[in-house]
T-cell receptor, first 114, second 113 residues
Framework: GQQLNQSPQSMFIQEGEDVSMNCTSSSIFNTWLWYKQDPGEGPVLLIALYKAGELTSNGRLTAQFGITRKDSFLNISASIPSDVGIYFCAGQPGGIQGAQKLVFGQGTRLTINP | EAQVTQNPRYLITVTGKKLTVTCSQNMNHEYMSWYRQDPGLGLRQIYYSMNVEVTDKGDVPEGYKVSRKEKRNFPLILESPSPNQTSLYFC???FGTGGNEQFFGPGTRLTVL
């Protein structure tokens, strides 16, 4: 099936630094979603993108739906300790079967040194 | 409060002993899905359901069964668990299709000895 390649797999940064992560695919996706998972909990939606080229912000978070529909990035500005967690990209593949599922990336584990 | 609940949250069992993990949502969502999360592999879909009595295989369905007799419930059944099914399992639901925002349960950590 379709796959999403998410990078980096892990990040170790200082508090206050900006963060950038991305997802790429060889297939077209109709929707891109970015989730965050805190330890011991299920993923929670951060940002949803529905149109190629769309750039959306949610507080210190900014995400973009790539113009080719094959990639997306998430930026976090001025990181704070509560940003620690695992970030997942997810996409709805194109085609009839694609409407029935989300494909998830491998995740980016973010660690912040105070 | 709108939520997806899973039970149990933690389970240790032995090879071959049938088990069921329950999932329930109170948001009247049509779509429900089960995922397993393993280190370095992200979330992989096991089974999904578009509505009552409509289920289909995801990417890793081997060794699992599901049923959708009521809209709110979507249990995951392991008829004969094996150690390679040791994982963290998540149930999720969404309005309409699976391509919409999916709301996740808190997870069930399963260990099969």
């Amino acid at each position: 099936g379709q796959q999403l390649n998410q990078s980096p797999q892990s990040m170790f940064i200082q508090e206050g630094e900006d963060v950038s992560m991305n997802c790429t695919s060889s297939s077209i996706f109709n929707t891109w979603l970015w989730y965050k998972q805190d330890p011991g909990e299920g993923p929670v939606l951060l940002i949803a993108l529905y149109k190629a080229g769309e750039l959306t912000s949610n507080g210190r978070l900014t995400a973009q739906f790539g113009i080719t529909r094959k990639d997306s990035f998430l930026n976090i500005s001025a990181s704070i300790p509560s940003d620690v967690g695992i970030y997942f990209c997810a996409g709805q593949p194109g085609g009839i079967q694609g409407a029935q599922k989300l494909v998830f990336g491998q995740g980016t584990r973010l660690t912040i040194n105070p | 409060e709108a939520q997806v609940t899973q039970n149990p949250r933690y389970l240790i069992t032995v090879t071959g002993k049938k088990l069921t993990v329950t999932c329930s949502q109170n948001m009247n969502h049509e779509y429900m899905s089960w995922y397993r999360q393993d280190p370095g592999l992200g979330l992989r879909q096991i089974y999904y359901s578009m509505n009552v009595e409509v289920t289909d295989k995801g990417d890793v369905p081997e060794g699992y069964k599901v049923s959708r007799k009521e809209k709110r419930n979507f249990p995951l059944i392991l008829e004969s668990p094996s150690p390679n099914q040791t994982s963290l399992y998540f149930c999720a639901s969404s309005f309409g299709t699976g391509g919409n925002e999916q709301f996740f349960g808190p997870g069930t950590r399963l260990t099969v000895l």
